[in-house]
């Protein structure tokens, strides 16, 4: 609920804020050393393209850098799609029995339990995006806050 901004912000309200009123970020966010990190790939690299004769590139430093946070978010966007593959199929079953002309008490039992799937199906959606969205954010920065460390280091 972002209630954790409410001192900042009441802080911000009596005086203006300071470089010593704002939190201090994370250690694996810092970034020298996310930077550094992803600088000692890039080297990592340029010594590989010298010896094999090619031009350097720095999509494979970032591939090897990032790729584990990349596969975590694979994994959430795997699932994500299975979801919404399988989400159809359940709102189907349930669409046919009010297509039956002389519905059974199974035939409503089995309309109940499709809708109580697709009622966790579409809650397990709205959970995965939301962690998959966040994940994907902070990779980004981390991408982001690594590259700007590199190119003011230069």
């Not at 009441?10 to 810092?30: A, F, M, N």
């Not at 010896?51 to 970032?62: C, D, N, V």
């Not at 978010?73 to 994500?80: A, D, N, P, Q, S």
Request: aromatic share 12%.
């Amino acid at each position: 609920f972002l209630s954790w901004l409410n001192s900042l912000f009441l802080i911000g309200h009596k005086r203006k804020l300071e470089e010593d009123d704002l939190y201090k970020v994370l250690p694996e966010d810092s970034s020298e050393r996310l930077g550094e990190e992803l600088q000692w790939f890039w080297e990592e690299e340029l010594q590989k393209a010298q010896k094999e004769g090619r031009a350097p590139r720095l999509t494979k430093a970032i591939i090897r850098c990032h790729w584990k946070s990349y596969s975590v978010l694979g994994f959430f966007t795997l699932i994500e799609e299975s979801v919404k593959v399988i989400q159809p199929i359940f709102l189907g079953n349930v669409v046919s029995y009010f297509e039956m002309d002389n519905p059974s008490d199974a035939a409503l039992a089995s309309a109940y339990i499709n809708a109580a799937f697709l009622s966790v199906c579409t809650l397990l959606l709205a959970v995965l995006h939301h962690i998959y969205f966040y994940h994907v954010l902070r990779a980004g920065m981390k991408l982001r806050v690594a590259m700007c460390h590199m190119i003011y280091k230069k």
